[in-house]
């Protein structure tokens, strides 16, 4: 297998898919498994979200019960991200494969995913070619198209796998409607992002750029193809949704749309597609009008998807100008704060010291008057003692005068004096 032993390869893989609106996709889908090649160690995993088709529900059911595939029925709507989830931890040691249920896929796919996985240590993200991904888009690079006339999903992954065998490049974020993602990856990153990224979308953008931080490659297998419907589940939210998921992206992730940009503009994997083209040219030459025209349609979706980062890039420019002008702002407010504080501090020192100037007048005061308190008791004493003493003395003369002799004395000074 190019140079990668059994030993490398993982004992297991999940593919888990989501399922929760698109009777014709699902179906699609789930039989496009049965049909390919499958390893041995490769099981799949339909996680029924509460779908409100009843016919989705039973299709889900008649593959589990038909084709042994395993099957989780939530009660209630979880979400996209919080099903992910789920199945992500359905069996802790394996590789997972991330498959969008309005998918279809062919041939040995998943070997071919595997294979690229374990080419690199360092590898932690596969996505492979499809026609609907953005980056990794064919025939129309960062558009949707509907397959190339005349070619059917098989022959075209069977094209991809003969003319790009083995080959694969970094790419700045795995795209989520087909996604390999080893367990080792997952377990050091952690999963989908639920509280952020709600019910679904831009949930493994962030997944890799948080892989990214920690040294682990997101990387495009180009010599896989998957057939993608896109937004078959919730194709009335999808705009909405994006809108919602550039916001919080730009929030947690402020050089992504940077890298994005930078990505579409040296386009890395214009090569791999160019093989395509030369192969189905050679094949059928009148291939070359369709060529040109999907050429053309790509120019146009490039023009439209830089314009529109560049439009996010100076959103975020503007973001950040307004950011730097608030905090400009409240460093001043702060610093005006620092100066009113330094004043207030300097008039609360005085104020203390007037405060405790008082108190020490009020302890002087205070000592004064317990003084004068005490010289008052000392006075109020005396008086009392006087007080005490004039009774004495009352009480001598009243004795004096009801005395013999002073009755007597008192008759000898009347007669002198007569």
């Not at 504080?341 to 008039?347: G, I, Q, W, Y």
Request: include cysteine.
């Amino acid at each position: 297998m190019n140079g990668v032993s059994h030993e490398q390869l993982p004992e297991a893989v999940l593919i888990v898919v989501p399922v929760y609106r698109g009777e014709q996709t699902t179906r699609d889908c789930l039989q496009s498994l049965v049909d390919s090649e499958l390893p041995a160690n490769v099981s799949v995993l339909i996680i029924d979200d509460a779908s409100p088709e009843p016919a989705v529900k039973a299709i889900c059911r008649e593959f589990a019960a038909g084709e042994g595939f395993q099957l989780v029925e939530n009660e209630t709507n979880r979400g996209f991200v919080a099903s992910v989830n789920s199945g992500f931890q359905a069996d802790p040691a394996a590789d997972v494969i991330l498959l969008n249920s309005d998918t279809r896929v062919a041939n040995d796919w998943v070997a071919r995913l595997q294979r690229c996985a374990y080419q690199q240590a360092e590898i932690g993200t596969v996505t492979p070619f499809t026609n609907n991904g953005t980056i990794c888009s064919y025939p129309v690079f960062m558009g949707s198209s509907p397959l190339p006339q005349g070619w059917s999903v098989s022959e075209l992954d069977a094209l991809f796998s003969r003319c790009n065998s083995g080959q694969y490049a970094t790419i700045p974020t795995a795209v989520g409607f087909c996604m390999y993602i080893k367990r080792a990856c997952l377990r050091e990153v952690g999963e989908f992002d639920v509280e952020n990224f709600g019910h679904g979308y831009g949930e493994e953008c962030d997944f890799s750029l948080r892989a990214a931080q920690r040294g682990w490659l997101n990387v495009i297998a180009a010599d896989t193809f998957v057939f993608h419907e896109g937004g078959a589940s919730f194709a009335a939210e999808t705009q909405d949704r994006k809108r919602r998921a550039d916001q919080v992206i730009n929030e947690l992730h402020p050089q992504y749309h940077a890298q994005v940009l930078q990505f579409t503009q040296s386009d890395p994997l214009r090569r791999y597609r160019r093989s395509i083209d030369a192969a189905r040219v050679a094949k059928d030459p009148a291939q070359v009008g369709a060529i040109f025209a999907e050429h053309e349609s790509q120019l146009q979706q490039v023009l439209e998807h830089s314009d529109a980062l560049l439009q996010n890039l100076l959103e975020e420019q503007g973001q950040r100008q307004e950011e730097q002008r608030q905090r400009d702002e409240l460093e001043r407010l702060l610093e005006q704060s620092r100066q009113q504080f330094a004043l207030t501090d300097r008039a609360l020192t005085e104020a203390q010291a007037c405060v405790d100037e008082k108190n020490l007048s009020i302890e002087r005061l205070n000592g004064e008057i317990a003084d004068l308190h005490a010289a008052i008791e000392e006075r109020d004493e005396m008086l009392r003692a006087a007080y005490l003493q004039r009774d004495v003395v009352n009480e001598r003369i009243a004795a004096m005068e009801q005395s013999r002799s002073w009755r007597y004395t008192a008759l000898l000074r009347r007669h002198q004096e007569d």
